[in-house]
């Protein structure tokens, strides 16, 4: 099982369980609308079962080395996913999501856990880079990325599908070397 990960005295960042399914459904569930608009997955996440299918995948992957996703509990209620969604030993690469219910927006959380994920990476992975997509109007999302220091490396053209558009994605990355220089 990963370590838990500190962003804070009232944010940490700690790998899902099956006991969190439900809080973890309830939160979709509230906040499905929002998450659908750029996110691919919430259509097919209609239940309970559904997150205890992705907690059981998010812990094969990475006892794979393949992943490394947590909940974000904040004040010690669970308000978010985080982690890298793909990682790559071989070329030390590794690409962040993340996600945070409508309530936890507008407080710092998902940049404190981004930041909690790059020292993670670069200091106990030994990643090379770490990259970020977020489509092209997703302002918010791309606001985070760019207040970390991370280069806008280009655009990706009708990169993913969601609900019933394509959409292009801005990518960021991020070196280890620029991220000791910061
Ligand atoms: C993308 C998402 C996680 C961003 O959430 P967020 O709350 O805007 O991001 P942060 O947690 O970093 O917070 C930044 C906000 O907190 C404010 N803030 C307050 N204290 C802050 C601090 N100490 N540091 C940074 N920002 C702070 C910022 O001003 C900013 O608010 P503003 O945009 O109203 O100015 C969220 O909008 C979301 O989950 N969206 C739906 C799913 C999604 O798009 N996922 C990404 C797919 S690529």
Same mark, same amino acid.
Do not use: C
């Given at each position: 099982?990963?370590?838990?990960?500190?962003?804070?005295?009232?944010?940490?960042?700690?790998?899902?369980?099956?006991?969190?399914?439900?809080?973890?459904?309830?939160?979709?569930?509230?906040?499905?609308?929002?998450?659908?608009?750029?996110?691919?997955?919430?259509?097919?996440?209609?239940?309970?079962?559904?997150?205890?299918?992705?907690?059981?995948?998010?812990?094969?992957?990475?006892?794979?080395?393949r992943?490394?996703?947590?909940?974000?509990?904040?004040?010690?209620?669970?308000?978010?996913?985080a982690?890298?969604?793909?990682?790559?030993?071989?070329?030390?690469?590794?690409?962040?999501?993340?996600?945070?219910?409508?309530?936890?927006?507008?407080?710092?959380?998902?940049? %404190?856990?981004?930041?909690?994920?790059? $020292?993670? *990476? &670069? @200091?106990?992975? =030994?990643?090379? !880079?770490?990259?970020? /997509?977020?489509?092209v109007?997703?302002? %918010?999302?791309?606001?985070?990325?760019? $207040?970390? *220091? &991370? @280069?806008?490396? =280009?655009?990706? !053209?009708?990169?993913? /599908?969601?609900?019933?558009?394509?959409?292009?994605?801005?990518?960021?990355?991020?070196?280890?070397?620029?991220?000791?220089?910061?």
């Open positions: 099982m990963a370590e838990a990960l500190k962003a804070g005295r009232d944010l940490a960042l700690r790998p899902l369980k099956l006991r969190d399914a439900r809080a973890l459904f309830a939160l979709v569930e509230s906040n499905r609308e929002r998450l659908r608009t750029w996110l691919p997955w919430p259509d097919a996440n209609r239940s309970v079962q559904d997150s205890r299918a992705y907690i059981l995948r998010m812990r094969a992957l990475a006892k794979a080395g992943g490394l996703s947590f909940g974000l509990w904040w004040k010690e209620e669970l308000v978010g996913v982690g890298f969604v793909w990682l790559d030993a071989l070329n030390a690469s590794a690409g962040i999501g993340y996600w945070l219910a409508q309530e936890a927006e507008g407080h710092g959380l998902m940049t %404190r856990a981004v930041e909690a994920l790059l $020292r993670h *990476g &670069f @200091r106990s992975l =030994g990643l090379n !880079r770490i990259e970020i /997509r977020a489509g109007r997703n302002h %918010r999302s791309r606001a985070i990325p760019k $207040r970390l *220091g &991370f @280069r806008h490396e =280009g655009t990706l !053209r009708q990169a993913e /599908r969601l609900a019933g558009r394509t959409v292009d994605h801005a990518v960021y990355g991020l070196l280890a070397v620029e991220w000791r220089r910061r």
